[in-house]
Structure formats: structure tokens, C-alpha cells
């Protein structure tokens, strides 16, 4: 087992803010000032390839700030440079979180969940329980969960009580300290969380905390929740998450993990989902889906409200209410792309809306073909949908490769397109002589449509007619989802008709907007669509935000502004103040 070093820093509480509950607790104590060690991981020995800890604890644009938004720069180690650029141009779900509570496998469960949850990253993984000596286990590493964990390492998770993540990250090799879940320990215990957002007020609260004596391991805004937790003074530690959350602005779904507690908790806008079940042993589960859910046979019950605390106990499931919630907010591209077909997401079937989507395209986008075939993975159901409505079969006219690692070794006489070639191949015989109908899910900076119309002219297309089944996105998202750089959606440089000669497709349509909020009705206001508008529901409040949830600062050392590239600039017309200038804890209040 690897030992445990710990930092100990001396830190000033932070102001307690009013509590809105909808139960009526005891006034809490005030703790006295107390000392916070930070767990300082070593590697554990391992003759594997991928990298493992195991630690325990005993403690004028179309966008209207586009203009403003610096190009993100990729790191000396970035493995995209192995391939054609940007050939998985997708948006990127950050990650997914699972906790269990009161099951005596709890470690093993977390890691079919976690499985289930893979989609939604796959650069690393960690699983943290409580053993029987009330003590917190964490084993995090680089990789798939498979590549992660074994029979050994789940072995030495033992206890009826854990919490898991996946992440996903922009690129580097040396990103093994920002995988989740965080532990730490403070006076009065220790505490592990699992988080799935972004903090759009990340830098404000780590200037306040570093300037009040917080040393920070990694360049992870969940770090900061940490840090707000172990200062504040409020007791008992649900009320410590609540006194934390009520400072964070921006998106997150959380997982908390104590000696004897299981919390989970979810942003006042209920950006990113979170969802309730129960085993049929009585043991609680929460996930980012509920395909998690169905996996290691958990009834799904209900969502985590937005703004809800949930706070498991031996005493049963204690509901909260974080603070006063306005309209919700909840991201509609868990929906268009992130989320399973198979899961019910914001209380919607996934396979469902995606199928309607491309019965709309269908409708308002109308055009002769002969056959219509889908990108797969994420395309699939929306190609059925539009297949279905137009009364044309539906083929598969592309294969996916599912088999496809992060490198591969190119041949030194060059291969056109080599990426997408790796990922996707055309079937000449259901393609030759056709009129195509291709659906996809979304475009984002165009280069891998443009490649993949022409790999199936190149396989005898007589037309190729893209249908996207979302709208044009023209905005990066503050949400905890990794998008570009305004400056780098297409959509946001070019009209529809300057993005179909730039891919070279005969014909292309999006998913009109408005026909997207009429599906969704009365439930239209209450889901967000800033990457398709640019009016976001929690404004960047700060010179400078972190682009993405985890950025990976590949080994530096230092302040954030030394992180090259792993910050945009937020619209300057805010009524903003300077990280430097916001030194006094009364602001974050």
C-alpha cells in the first residue's frame, strides 16, 4: 500500500452564508479554527502500462462574445497529433459520477456503473470507499475503467459504501493527479467527491482561498470544493456541502463521500443530470444516467432535483433544498449526443427525443434519396427517425471501428484522412449509384464532416445530403463541456450554405431551433441552449474562465495563468472585477 504524506495548512473560515432547508435543523455549532492536511498521492507499484494510485486516508459574429475568446492551444503531448486534425470533432461530456450506498459489493457495482458511464470519458478513472475501519480508500488511474481496475485493486476496496468517476480531458500525459474522485482530510474527518461541471467563478475562489493560506494539488476546480468544505465553520457536514455550494456558481453534479454518509447534490440550474435508484437490498445508487442504473439492476426513482441535497445515512435518504432555484436550465445536448440512447435523461427518453429529431428533419428538410444512413454512433436513432418519416430504408452505409486507440503509427507514405479512415469505413455496395441522406448528430468545426462526404464519394455516392440533427452551435459552453473556441465553430464563421460548399455535400439542413422548443413544449424554458444562441443562463462573472471542467496542466507547476491555453476570455461589457483585486472573503458573499 502506498503511504500517505499530508501538507498541513492553516486556513481562515470563510463567511457562512443563509441557508434556505426545507427541513428545520438545529442551529449548527461553530467550529473552532482546525487544520486541513492535504494527501499528497504516491504511485502505487504496478508493472501495469497505465498509471494507478491507490490511496488511503485516514483524514460581429453570430456569437456575441466570440470576438473576445482566445484560440486554445494544444499541448507538446497532445496524441491528436497522430491524426488528421480534429477528426473526433464532437463536443465532449466531461464526465460521470456513481455513488452507492449500503451494498457489501459497493466497490464492484461502482465499477459497472462506471463501465455504463465510459461514454462520458475515458482518460481516466477512480473508485473511493469506506473500509471497516471507518477508513477512505481511493484507487484512481489513467485509462478505461477496465484498463483501471482488476480483481486485486476492487479487492482492496472493500466496504458497503463508495463513490466513482470518469473523466474525460483535453490531452497530456501527466494528468493522473487531476483524476477524480478527490479525498482529502480535515479536522473533523475525511471526505471524498466526485464531480461532473465546471465552475465559472473557479479562479475568483481559488485567488480568495491561496491568498487566505490554501495550497492547491491539482488545477481542478473541484479542488476548490474541497477547500470551501474544510474552512467552513457551519456543522454538521451536510450543512459544510451546503455553506461550499452556495458560493459555486456555474455547473455541477456531486457525489460526496464520509466515514458514514453518502451526499449527493446538484446545481441550483440542473445543468448537468444526476439520478436516483434503489437495489432491490434496499442499497441507494446515484449516476449520471440511469443506463448505469440498469446495469447492476437499480430501479430508477427520480432525479436530484436542481438545487437538491440528498444526504444518506444509516437514519435513510434526507432531501435538502440547496437554495432557491430559479427556471432550470438543464443541458439539451444530453439529449442531442452525450447520453446513451438506452437512458432517460431529465425525465425524457434519450432514444425517444433523438428519434423525433430526425422525423423533424424529415419533415422540414425533405429531399429525394434512396437510401439513408446515419455517423454512427450518435446518429443512429435520428437516422431511424428520418428513414421512418420519409419512407426510405435505412442501411448501414458506414461501419465504425470500436477498436481504435489513442495512436497509431502512419505509414510514411501519407493516407488521405487517415483518422477518420481508422474510425468509420463505407459500404460501396449499399453507398454506389445512391442518392444519400446522411444524418449526424451535430457539426462543430466541420473538418470531419468534410471527410466523411468525401470517403463516401470516393465509394461511389451519386449525392450526398448531410442532415444534422441539432442546431447550428455557435458558442462554447462555460458547463462543463469540452467545445472549441468560438472562433473554431464553423457555424459561427460561415452560413449554412458556406458550410455545405466547405464540406462539399449537395445538400445541408440543421435542426431548426424553434422546431426544437416546440418538441420539447411546455419543458422548452426549462432546458438550456446557450451553445446554439450565445445567451448563457449563468454569465462568466470573471476576466478570464477555465474552458473546459478538468483541464489537464500537463505537469506545470504554478499559478492558473501559467496553464497555457486552458482559458477564455468572458464578455468584457461584465461588470467584472480582477482575480488580483478579489482578495477579501466578504465578496463571496
Known amino acids: 500500500m502506498a503511504s500517505t504524506a499530508a501538507a498541513t495548512t492553516s486556513f481562515s473560515a470563510l463567511s ?33 502500462t497505465h498509471k ?65 458511464l465510459q461514454h462520458r470519458g475515458q482518460e481516466g478513472a477512480g473508485i473511493v470507499t469506506v473500509n471497516d475501519n471507518k477508513v477512505l480508500q481511493s484507487v484512481t488511474g489513467v485509462g478505461l475503467v477496465s484498463e483501471v481496475f482488476n480483481e486485486s485493486k476492487l479487492d482492496q476496496l472493500p466496504g458497503d459504501l463508495a463513490i466513482g468517476h470518469v473523466r474525460y480531458s483535453t490531452a497530456g500525459s501527466s494528468m493522473l493527479k487531476n483524476v477524480q474522485p478527490f479525498v482529502a482530510g480535515y479536522r473533523f474527518g475525511s471526505v ?17 482561498l491561496e491568498e487566505n493560506g490554501s495550497i492547491f494539488n491539482t488545477s481542478s476546480d473541484t479542488e476548490v470544493v474541497l477547500h470551501l468544505i474544510a474552512t467552513s465553520k457551519t456543522r454538521p457536514f451536510f ?25 449527493a447534490v446538484r446545481d441550483p440550474f440542473g445543468f ?9 437490498n434496499g442499497a441507494v445508487v446515484f449516476a449520471s444516467e440511469t443506463c448505469a442504473l440498469d446495469l447492476i439492476e437499480a430501479t430508477y426513482e427520480r432525479e436530484v432535483y436542481p438545487g437538491e441535497v440528498l444526504v444518506v445515512d444509516k437514519d435513510g435518504v434526507q432531501s435538502l433544498c440547496l437554495m432557491p432555484h430559479p427556471e432550470p436550465k438543464q443541458c439539451i445536448f444530453e439529449h442531442i449526443y452525450f447520453s446513451l440512447p438506452n437512458s432517460i435523461v431529465f425525465g425524457r427518453s434519450v432514444y425517444e427525443s433523438r428519434h423525433v429529431f430526425g422525423e423533424i428533419l424529415a419533415t422540414e428538410a425533405p429531399v429525394d434519396c434512396d437510401v439513408v444512413i446515419a455517423v454512427p454512433d450518435s446518429g443512429v436513432v435520428a437516422a431511424l427517425g428520418y428513414a421512418s418519416k420519409a419512407g426510405v430504408p435505412f442501411q448501414q452505409g458506414l461501419i ?30 449499399v453507398l454506389e449509384g445512391k442518392r444519400v441522406v446522411v444524418v449526424d448528430d ?32 455557435i458558442a462554447s459552453c462555460y458547463y462543463g463541456v469540452d467545445t472549441p473556441s468560438s472562433e473554431e465553430l464553423i457555424s459561427n464563421r460561415m452560413s449554412v450554405e458556406e458550410i455545405r460548399e466547405f464540406i462539399g455535400c449537395d445538400s445541408l439542413a440543421f435542426l431548426p431551433l424553434d422546431s426544437l422548443k416546440k418538441l420539447l413544449a411546455e419543458e422548452s424554458p426549462n432546458f438550456c441552449y446557450a451553445c446554439f444562441s450565445g445567451k448563457y443562463p449563468v454569465q462568466p462573472k470573471e476576466v478570464m474562465v477555465k474552458r473546459v471542467g478538468d483541464f489537464v496542466d500537463d505537469g506545470l507547476n504554478g499559478s492558473p495563468e501559467s496553464i497555457d491555453g486552458g482559458w477564455v476570455q468572458a464578455p468584457l461589457n461584465q461588470d467584472v472585477k480582477k482575480v488580483s483585486e478579489a482578495g477579501k472573503l466578504s465578496s463571496l458573499t
Open 442 to 473: 451535430s457539426i462543430v468545426r466541420g473538418t470531419t464532416s468534410s471527410k466523411i462526404v468525401r470517403l463516401l464519394k470516393e465509394a461511389g455516392a451519386k449525392e450526398i445530403h448531410m442532415r444534422i440533427a441539432s442546431p447550428p452551435i
Open 52 to 116: 494507478t494510485h491507490i490511496t488511503l486516508t485516514t483524514l460581429s459574429s453570430k456569437n456575441p462574445i466570440s470576438d473576445l475568446v482566445s484560440t486554445d492551444k494544444k499541448s507538446s503531448d497532445d496524441f491528436s497529433s497522430y491524426f488528421d486534425d480534429d477528426d473526433d470533432d464532437k463536443p465532449r461530456e466531461e464526465c460521470g459520477v456513481v455513488g452507492i450506498y449500503g451494498d457489501p459489493e459497493a466497490s464492484r457495482l461502482c465499477y459497472l456503473a462506471l463501465h455504463s
Open 192 to 208: 471524498g467527491v466526485a464531480h461532473n461541471g465546471n465552475l465559472v467563478n473557479y479562479r475568483k475562489l481559488r485567488a480568495i
Open 400 to 429: 465504425r471501428s470500436h477498436y481504435v486507440g489513442r495512436t497509431f503509427i502512419e505509414p510514411s507514405q501519407k493516407i488521405r484522412d487517415f483518422g477518420v479512415k481508422l474510425k468509420l469505413s463505407p459500404v460501396r455496395r
Open 16 to 48: 457562512k452564508h443563509s441557508l434556505s432547508l426545507n427541513t428545520n435543523p438545529q442551529v449548527p455549532q461553530k467550529a473552532p479554527p482546525f487544520l486541513l492536511p492535504e494527501t499528497l498521492q504516491k504511485p502505487y507499484p504496478s508493472h501495469a
Open 239 to 263: 450543512l459544510r456541502i451546503v455553506d461550499a455550494c452556495e458560493k459555486l456558481e456555474g455547473a455541477y453534479s456531486m457525489v460526496f463521500l464520509t466515514e458514514d454518509k453518502l451526499v
Open 272 to 280: 448537468r443530470p444526476l439520478v436516483m435508484g434503489r437495489r432491490s
